[in-house]
Every structure is written in structure tokens, then in C-alpha cells.
């Protein structure tokens, strides 16, 4: 099946590492070329390398800070540089831990800035670049808690939320230009992140058990995602192949959403 990729230039945020480095890959491997944006450069200067020589794409990786707005202009002129994005993959971001009672302005704000204001600034920048090349794709990696909290994250909760709606409204803004706008909302997803923070909180020998744990209570298939599984959906959503798809949330979390 051709999906109609190849060429396309695809900027994806925190693609370094995690979801958005195997959507890097997924898409490289359809024959889009890469840009890959994260605050650690060496990284992503490394894994843009290793997909270009993989897949015999063009792929550069960049230093950028996209919880800010400098950050942004980079990953923008980069995308420039490269020719002007096709596809931008808003990725970048992490979860949080803290009470309503406690956190402080500055950790809220920090939040919005990374959630929301970078798909903000991005939009901004990269879908004149789309409009130059008769249209787009722009796809927001939010998260099921947008829509289903977990109790020890209200912030986290809350600016994903927000930037499902911020989804909504650019995708009724540029609906017009040919440019599709949609949010994949994944569910347990087996990131190096999730792995670390298990061996921290049950040790070597108990780390699996753990993540097992993890999974039962979130009920349904009662196991994490692989990137890999959330990056497919994220592939098709950018291809062709999903023509008439804009303005919608998918949820890809193996049961674990308890509403219809
Ligand atoms: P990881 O922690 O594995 O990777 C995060 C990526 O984002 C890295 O490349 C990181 O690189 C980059 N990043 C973080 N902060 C910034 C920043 N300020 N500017 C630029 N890049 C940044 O995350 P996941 O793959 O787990 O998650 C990716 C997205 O998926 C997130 O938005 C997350 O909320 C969402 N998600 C994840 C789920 C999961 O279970 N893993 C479930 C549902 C949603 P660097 O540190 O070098 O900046």
C-alpha cells in the first residue's frame, strides 16, 4: 500500500526517543524525511543519523526547547531550511505528579507553555509552510487522561485536555487549506521513561511485576502499548490514506477508556 509519503517533510517533537521516535522511524520508513526536535540535541542529532542511514531519508535532528517560544522559531526555521514541513507531529511532553492544593503557578505554567503553547507556535509557523505546498497534516499526541484523569496529575490532565480542543479549533481554522488536524490519545505506552520510573519504585527484580500491575488496573488488554502500536495510527493519520479524517481524537489504549 503506498501511502504517499515519500518526500513529504514530517517535523516531529520530541522524536529523540519513545512514541515520537518510532513515528519517526515509521514515517522514514515510508520515505518521508525527518526533523526531529528535542532539548537534547546530541540525541536527536544521533537518531536523526541512524534513520537516515536506515532508511535512506534525509532526517536532521535539532536542540530545541519547544516549551519555549525561541525554541519554537528553531524547529521553524530548521523546517524552512529543509524545504517546509508537510506533517507536524506535536509529541513532545510528560507527565507530571503533584495536588491542586500545591503545585505553583510556575509548574502550571511550565505545562501550558510545553502542551499547549508549542502546538500554538508551531501551528504558526509550520502551516504557512503547508499552505505553500497546497496543504498538510497536523497531529497532536495528547493522551487518554485528557479525557480520563489520573488522580495524581491534574495538570497533566488538564493541559492535554486543552490541546485536544486546540485541535479541534486549528482544524476548523485550516480546514479550508487543505490541511487535516486531528489527536491520537494513546493509553499505557512501554516508553524507556515508564521502565526507569519502575525500576526506581520496585527495583531490578520488581520492576516487572510492577508494570504489570500498572497494566491490570488499567483493565482492558491489561497490557502497555509498544511505541511502535501507537505509531502506525499516527503513520496512517498522516497519509493519504486518511483523506477525509480531520478534527477528531482517536484513542488507541487497548480498552483502558471506561466510556463510549
Ligand atoms: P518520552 O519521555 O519517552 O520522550 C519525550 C520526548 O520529548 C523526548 O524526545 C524528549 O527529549 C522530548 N521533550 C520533552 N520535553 C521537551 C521540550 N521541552 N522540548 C523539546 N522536546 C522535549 O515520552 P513518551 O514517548 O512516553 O511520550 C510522548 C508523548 O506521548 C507525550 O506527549 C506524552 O504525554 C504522550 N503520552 C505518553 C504515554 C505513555 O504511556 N508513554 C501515554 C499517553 C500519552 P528531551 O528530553 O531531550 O527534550
Known amino acids: 500500500m503506498d501511502l504517499g509519503l515519500k518526500g513529504k517533510l514530517a517535523v516531529i517533537t520530541g522524536g529523540s526517543v519513545g512514541i515520537g ?21 546530541d540525541r536527536a542529532k544521533a537518531e536523526a543519523s541512524r534513520i537516515a542511514s536506515s532508511f535512506g531519508v534525509t532526517a536532521r535532528g535539532i536542540g530545541a ?31 507530571s505528579n503533584e495536588t491542586i492544593a500545591e503545585a505553583s503557578d510556575e509548574k502550571w505554567q511550565y505545562y501550558w507553555d510545553l502542551h499547549v503553547m508549542a502546538a500554538v507556535r508551531l501551528a504558526r ?3 504557512p509552510q503547508m499552505k505553500a505546498h497546497g496543504g ?65 519504585l520496585a527495583g ?3 520492576y516487572k511485576a510492577h508494570l504489570q500491575g500498572v497494566a491490570d488496573e488499567a483493565g482492558g488488554m491489561k497490557r502497555f502499548a509498544s511505541p511502535e502500536e501507537i505509531a502506525h495510527f499516527f503513520v496512517f493519520l498522516s497519509s493519504n490514506k486518511a483523506s477525509y479524517s480531520t478534527g477528531s481524537t482517536y484513542f488507541v489504549d487497548g480498552g483502558w477508556l471506561k466510556t463510549i
Not at 65 to 81: L, P, Q, Y
Request: charged residues 15%; aromatic residues 4%.
Open 136 to 200: 498538510g497534516v497536523v497531529l497532536h499526541n495528547a493522551s487518554i487522561c485528557a479525557v480520563q484523569p489520573l488522580w495524581y496529575e491534574p495538570i497533566y490532565n488538564t493541559t492535554k485536555t486543552a490541546l485536544m480542543m486546540f485541535s479541534k479549533t486549528l482544524a476548523n481554522e485550516v480546514v479550508g487549506d487543505n490541511i487535516r488536524v486531528n489527536t491520537v490519545n494513546p493509553g499505557l505506552v512501554l516508553t524507556p521513561d515508564w521502565v526507569k520510573t519502575a525500576k526506581q
Open 125 to 127: 509557523g509550520l502551516v
Open 65 to 95: 526547547d519547544v516549551a519555549t517560544a525561541a525554541g519554537c522559531d528553531t524547529v521553524i526555521a530548521a523546517a524552512s531550511e529543509l524545504g517546509g514541513a508537510d506533517i507536524l507531529i506535536n509529541n513532545a511532553g510528560t507527565g
Open 21 to 41: 521516535l518510532a513515528i519517526a522511524e515509521g514515517l522514514a520508513a515510508e520515505g518521508a524525511n525527518i526533523l526531529i526536535a528535542a532539548r537534547g540535541g
Open 204 to 206: 531490578e527484580d520488581g
